[in-house]
């Protein structure tokens, strides 16, 4: 972040980040190179795992937001994208939980715009260890907002919870029902029929 009136949001771990493009690419051309030299056709094969590991770590060393009296603007490595705070409604809070782990969450920004439509943000990100810093920036992203945003933006902001449906857990789901109406995928049976141990018990 720079002043108050820009601010500007990096990945962290950046110099980590580009010794894995490093790293990929070098096992990248390691692989094609030995293919070359050996005619073997398993090198390729072997090539495919360090070249997607740095396009990963490129994709994240890459991304950018910045924030001022203009707008949003994004960038990442196959896109760039500027919104003016004339189409922002509001910045909200967008919480993913981990598959069965509902003490893990991953924050994230979602900016909803003023046509219903909505666009996460690629930065800032974190989990659940580093929420304060998050909260900071997330607040220091709104401020831009109520300063040259439209007039209902002046007011407080809808702290909303978007919690992505793919992320639930799935002990928390009813349990399905079969054809009959039966919990649990069974069958409904017919009524039992009164035998001489009911006889005998009346």
Known sequence: MSDAREVTCRPRWTGALWIL???????TAAAVALWAYT??????????????????????????????????HSRTLLRRRSV?????????LRLMYAQLHR???????????????????????????????????L????APHRRHGPPEAT????????ISAASWDTASRPPPRAAGGVPGGGRRLPPRRPGPADLVAR
């Open 21 to 27: 493009v490093g790293l990929g690419a070098a096992g």
């Open 39 to 72: 005619g073997v056709h398993a090198w390729p094969a072997v090539g495919v795992l360090p070249a997607l590991t740095g396009l990963v770590a490129l994709w994240k060393c890459t991304a950018r937001l910045r924030a001022d009296a203009r707008g949003l």
């Open 84 to 92: 003016p705070w004339s189409e922002v409604a509001d910045l909200r």
């Open 103 to 137: 003490s893990e969450e991953s924050r994230r920004v979602s900016v909803l715009l003023r046509d219903g439509r909505t666009w996460v943000l690629p930065l800032p990100r974190s989990w659940t260890s580093d929420a304060q810093e998050f909260d900071e920036t």
């Open 139 to 142: 607040e220091a992203l709104r």
């Open 155 to 162: 007011g407080e902001p809808a702290h909303r919870t978007v």
